[in-house]
Each structure stands twice: as C-alpha cells, then as structure tokens.
C-alpha cells in the first residue's frame, strides 16, 4: 500500500493555483512580437546626396560672391561647377536609379493637372473643399521647384558666361548681366520656396524629411527603394569637382 501511494504522488500532475477550489485556470497572455528598429528605408543613395551638398555649396558660394570684385574667380568657378553638375543630374536621372529618374518626377508633376482640377471644382458654388487631397499639395511644389530650379542652371551659366566673355560688346554685357542677374534672383526664390516647402511637410507629418539627404534614409518601415548606395560613385563625382577646382586655382597662379 504504500508503494502504491508512493507512485501515485510521483506520476500526478501539480495542481494549478486555483484547480483545487474549482475555478478556471486562465493561461497567461502571449508576448506579442515586436520587429526590431531598423535604420530606416533607403530613398536616396550617395551620389545623389553628394550632387544635392555640392549643389547647394556652389550655389551658396556663388551668390554670396556675385557684388564682389575681389571674389569674381570665385564666382565664375563655382557657376562652371553648377553647369557641370547640372550635366551629372542630367545623366543621372536618364540611367540612375528609378526613384530619381526623370521618368518618376514627371509622373510627381503629371499630376499637378488633375490636383488644380480637383481645387477648380472645390472653389465653385456647392464644392467640396474635403475632396481636395491638400497632402498632395506641398509634394507637387516640392517637385515643381526642383524641376524650375534645375532648368534656371542654364540659362543662369550661359549669361554669366556671356557677362564674363562681354558677348555683344559694352550694350551685350550690360543685356547679359541684367539676364544674368535675373535668372539669379529666380534660383535663390526657388531654393528658398524648396526649403519652405520642405519644413512645412516635415512639420505637417512629423518627420525630418530633410534627413534623406544626410543619411539617405527616411525613418518608415518597408524595404529599401533603392538597391544599391554606390558610394565609390559619390566618392568619383566629389573628386571630379575637387580636382577641377584644384586646376582653376593651378591655373590662376601660372
């Protein structure tokens, strides 16, 4: 009897608190998975970043140093240096990545069409101001303005080269310089409506959308919309712009 007893207690289960008084064992809750924080998606790689620092440096330089006659090489350096990396963007946006081709910031301003018909039938007696997607709004001017300020390189570079050259004589030089001190003042309004824009919609979505340009990721969750950084091509186009700049300078001192 007693080693019935014995193997009786050795093979029962334990009771449960709470089994003995006849109340349900409730199991306790499972831990809900949680995915681990990423660095974010990667939505610009590095030779566009180096394009959009350098870009905004020699634009930065070359205004401050437009009224001076003591910095005028300095000027006129960073404007060729504008002109070229307008032609790397140019490049770029036929062969680089989708997410900054051509083909995709037409489709961004494609649909400023259909946004300004939506707001024309808001404004009309008995429209709905709610059909408007007033989001969309600070996207399409972002895209418009790059698109403007990249089209103002141009014609910037050919007047400043025209002004420095004196094209047309005393009378050309003066038409040069007027152009090209229009077409200036253009670029600085849309650089400054890029940056409005840009707070505006980090401030309206609660995110740092300038960080891209620094890390070149944006803190979402999802996959990566580009493939690859290319660093070693960011690294080529900064060496390129040093190099050149190496041999005005070389040049200026023969």
Not at 4 to 16: D, Q, V
Not at 77 to 105: D, E, Q
Not at 160 to 188: C, M
Request: glycine content about 10%.
């Amino acid at each position: 009897m007693i080693k019935a007893l014995i193997m009786t207690t050795l093979t029962s289960t334990p009771t449960e608190p709470g089994a003995a008084s006849g109340r349900a064992v409730t199991p306790p809750p499972l831990a809900t998975p949680v995915a681990p924080q990423g660095p974010g998606r990667l939505v610009t790689d590095a030779p566009m970043r180096m394009f959009h620092w350098l870009f905004a440096l020699s634009f930065v330089g070359a205004y401050i140093s437009a009224d001076s006659e003591d910095s005028q090489w300095v000027h006129v350096v960073l404007g060729y240096t504008l002109a070229g990396l307008l032609a790397f963007r140019v490049v770029y946006g036929l062969v680089g990545p989708r997410p900054i081709r051509w083909s995709t910031m037409w489709r961004k301003v494609s649909g400023a069409k259909t946004w300004l018909k939506t707001l024309q039938t808001a404004w009309r007696p008995g429209g709905d101001w709610q059909a408007v997607a007033w989001r969309q709004a600070p996207i399409l001017g972002m895209a418009i303005s790059l698109l403007a300020l990249l089209a103002v390189v141009l014609p910037l570079t050919l007047t400043g080269y025209g002004t420095f050259h004196e094209w047309g004589g005393h009378l050309g030089g003066e038409v040069f310089e007027s152009l090209h001190e229009f077409f200036g003042n253009t670029a600085l309004s849309l650089v400054l409506l890029h940056l409005a824009l840009l707070a505006g919609q980090s401030f309206w979505r609660q995110k740092n959308l300038a960080l891209p340009m620094l890390t070149g990721r944006l803190e979402v969750r999802g996959p990566d919309l580009i493939a690859h950084n290319r660093m070693w091509l960011a690294m080529v186009l900064l060496l390129c712009v040093l190099a050149y700049i190496a041999w005005e300078i070389y040049s200026a001192w023969l």
